[in-house]
């Protein structure tokens, strides 16, 4: 058999709908950028990290950056703001800071921080926010969600929050991404390069793996087929999907594909791969015979790229990274290829596997299963 996908209710890894970035223009006085977010705990939102796209217009503007409650899944303007947050100055392609914010929050109520030019020339002094623009609005993600008016909140477009909220009682929430798109032609896939995601399995997990979902473009025309690989701590190979035919690839650019390991690339055979807890294993895109293609004759799989802040490296899950092959391995913090690991429906884990039950971890940017 050349090519078996699956579909699997039960999936391991980051999983987004193909979400995209945009960013919200504060050109004017009554645009606003807003993110929502729920209190976990009765403490303020001390600081807001946000990401600017593109330069800077001008001076970037006056910013501000205010505390609003929900009404009607808006911020509710009319209410009056409930906290200011400083702006520090501005940087144009990078990530900026908000700070101050004294506010008590009320554990498990939702609120938005809202961000707006209040520069008496905003048209010359403005800069733009970035937010996922292309996620189903009908599910939660990380941050929540995004909202944009461009009518001085008359009324709101969404999208999903991609910043990061600090709390006073040193906790950190969000997702703070600055793009999500194909990964560079010379890191793509042909001949003998990998691309993938590095990533540690939970603690109290012992997951039975019966196959990998990917999501890739597809360049040119490849005279290689495509594999989804998994590789363990040390990038031994230990298990390979059945190869998707390149014109079968085509098709599925841009397009999650769920692919079943292939029992024959199996050491000792059996059609699934047990992960140990607490174990460092790799993700890989790969060209399913080292075929002589070249970076205009590609798979180009898709990167997230992500603040590198200590305090958001540590919102990343699992610990994920880029993990790249091209004659050496090497991996790069705050960037990782989406993934998903699909789990062996009716055995997802190994009865050996840590203590506590299982709860599936659901959000538009994020899909994961793992022991709690």
Same mark, same amino acid.
């Not at 990401?51 to 503007?61: D, F, M, N, P």
């Not at 790799?282 to 799989?301: H, K």
């Not at 090497?330 to 709860?359: D, W």
């Given at each position: 058999?050349?090519?078996?996908?699956?579909?699997?209710?039960?999936?391991?890894?980051?999983?987004?709908?193909?979400? /995209?970035?945009?960013?919200? /223009?504060?050109?004017?006085?009554?645009?606003?950028? /807003?993110?929502? &977010?729920?209190?976990?705990? %009765?403490?303020?939102?001390?600081?807001?990290?946000?990401?600017?796209?593109?330069?800077?217009?001008?001076?970037?503007?006056?910013?501000?950056?205010?505390?609003?409650?929900?009404?009607?899944?808006?911020?509710?303007?009319?209410?009056?703001?409930?906290?200011?947050?400083?702006?520090?100055?501005?940087?144009?392609?990078?990530?900026?800071?908000?700070?101050?914010?004294?506010?008590?929050?009320?554990?498990?109520?939702?609120?938005?921080?809202?961000?707006?030019?209040?520069?008496?020339?905003?048209?010359?002094?403005?800069?733009?926010?970035?937010?996922?623009?292309?996620?189903?609005?009908?599910?939660?993600?990380?941050?929540?969600?995004?909202?944009?008016?461009?009518?001085?909140?008359?009324?709101?477009?969404?999208?999903?929050?991609?910043?990061?909220?600090?709390?006073?009682?040193?906790?950190?929430?969000?997702?703070? %991404?600055?793009?999500?798109?194909?990964?560079?032609?010379?890191?793509?896939?042909?001949?003998?390069?990998? %691309?993938?995601?590095?990533?540690?399995?939970?603690?109290?997990?012992?997951?039975?793996?019966?196959?990998?979902?990917?999501?890739?473009?597809?360049?040119?025309?490849?005279?290689?087929?495509?594999?989804?690989?998994?590789?363990?701590?040390?990038?031994?190979?230990?298990?390979?999907?059945?190869?998707?035919?390149?014109?079968?690839?085509?098709?599925?650019?841009?397009?999650?594909?769920?692919?079943?390991?292939?029992?024959?690339?199996?050491?000792?055979?059996?059609?699934?791969?047990?992960?140990?807890?607490?174990?460092?294993?790799?993700?890989?895109?790969?060209?399913?015979?080292?075929?002589?293609?070249?970076?205009?004759?590609?798979?180009?799989?898709?990167? /997230?790229?992500?603040?590198?802040?200590?305090?958001?490296?540590?919102?990343?899950?699992?610990?994920?990274?880029?993990?790249?092959?091209?004659?050496?391995?090497?991996?790069?913090?705050?960037? &990782?290829?989406?993934?998903?690991?699909?789990?062996?429906?009716?055995?997802? &884990?190994?009865?050996?596997?840590?203590?506590?039950?299982?709860?599936?971890?659901?959000?538009?940017?994020?899909?994961?299963?793992?022991?709690?």
């Amino acid at each position: 058999m050349a090519y078996q996908s699956v579909l699997s209710a039960v999936r391991f890894g980051f999983d987004p709908p193909t979400p /995209a970035i945009s960013s919200a /223009a504060l050109s004017a006085n009554n645009r606003y950028a /807003a993110f929502a &977010f729920t209190a976990q705990a %009765a403490t303020a939102l001390a600081s807001l990290r946000f990401y600017i796209s593109g330069a800077l217009g001008g001076t970037g503007g006056t910013l501000t950056c205010k505390l609003y409650a929900d009404s009607g899944n808006a911020p509710n303007l009319g209410a009056g703001a409930l906290d200011t947050l400083t702006v520090g100055s501005l940087t144009g392609n990078a990530f900026n800071n908000a700070t101050g914010g004294t506010y008590s929050l009320t554990r498990g109520t939702r609120y938005w921080i809202v961000l707006n030019n209040a520069d008496a020339s905003p048209g010359t002094n403005s800069c733009s926010i970035a937010y996922f623009g292309a996620l189903n609005n009908s599910e939660p993600t990380i941050n929540d969600q995004a909202a944009t008016s461009i009518n001085g909140g008359s009324s709101w477009s969404y999208g999903g929050g991609c910043c990061r909220f600090g709390f006073a009682d040193g906790n950190y929430l969000g997702f703070p %991404a600055s793009s999500f798109g194909l990964i560079a032609f010379a890191n793509g896939v042909f001949g003998s390069q990998v %691309a993938g995601t590095r990533f540690t399995t939970p603690a109290n997990g012992k997951m039975v793996v019966a196959g990998l979902s990917g999501l890739w473009s597809t360049f040119g025309t490849p005279a290689g087929n495509l594999n989804l690989n998994l590789y363990d701590a040390s990038h031994n190979l230990l298990a390979s999907t059945y190869p998707v035919p390149n014109s079968t690839a085509k098709v599925q650019t841009n397009t999650w594909t769920q692919l079943l390991f292939n029992p024959s690339s199996i050491s000792g055979g059996g059609s699934t791969i047990t992960l140990s807890p607490g174990a460092a294993y790799t993700v890989g895109y790969a060209d399913s015979a080292g075929n002589s293609d070249n970076s205009t004759n590609l798979f180009r799989p898709y990167v /997230a790229a992500l603040d590198t802040d200590a305090n958001s490296l540590n919102l990343i899950p699992w610990g994920m990274q880029l993990d790249l092959y091209s004659g050496s391995w090497s991996q790069t913090q705050g960037q &990782f290829c989406p993934f998903a690991l699909l789990l062996a429906t009716g055995s997802e &884990f190994a009865a050996s596997g840590g203590s506590g039950g299982t709860s599936v971890l659901r959000s538009g940017i994020l899909q994961g299963l793992g022991a709690l």
